[in-house]
């Protein structure tokens, strides 16, 4: 970490290897690039589910806020959701149709 490098910083927090640090950074930065003005409505819903990810992950460090399989099966879902908008360049929630490349 540089010394002019903000140590609540998501890079800092990811650089310094603890988990928990790392995540609380993330939800940090992701609530407020959520609230920020001019977030557009498809930026919103992305970075609401990332948000919800991150929270699960440190509920689930903590060992507490466990939910039912119902919460487990959407949390599960809503990761592949976002891994495979992330890997196919379409936002989630995108629907293609025929002829989109």
Same mark, same amino acid.
């Given at each position: 970490m540089t010394t002019d490098e903000d140590p609540r !910083?998501?890079?800092? #927090?990811?650089?310094s *290897?603890? +988990? &928990?640090r790392?995540?609380? #950074?993330? &939800?940090?930065?992701?609530?407020?690039r959520l609230d920020a003005? *001019?977030?557009t409505d498809r930026d919103a819903a992305a970075l609401a589910t990332q948000l919800r990810l991150v929270? !699960?992950?440190l509920a689930a460090l903590r060992g507490g806020e466990t939910g039912d399989s119902v919460d487990d099966? #959407? #949390?599960r879902r809503a990761r592949r959701r976002a891994e495979t908008a992330a890997a196919s360049g379409s936002t989630v929630g995108?629907? +293609? *149709?025929?002829g989109d490349d």
């Open positions: !910083s998501v890079a800092a #927090a990811a650089a *290897g603890d +988990r &928990r790392a995540l609380e #950074a993330l &939800r940090d930065d992701l609530a407020h003005e *001019g977030t929270l !699960s992950d099966l #959407a #949390a995108e629907q +293609r *149709g025929p």
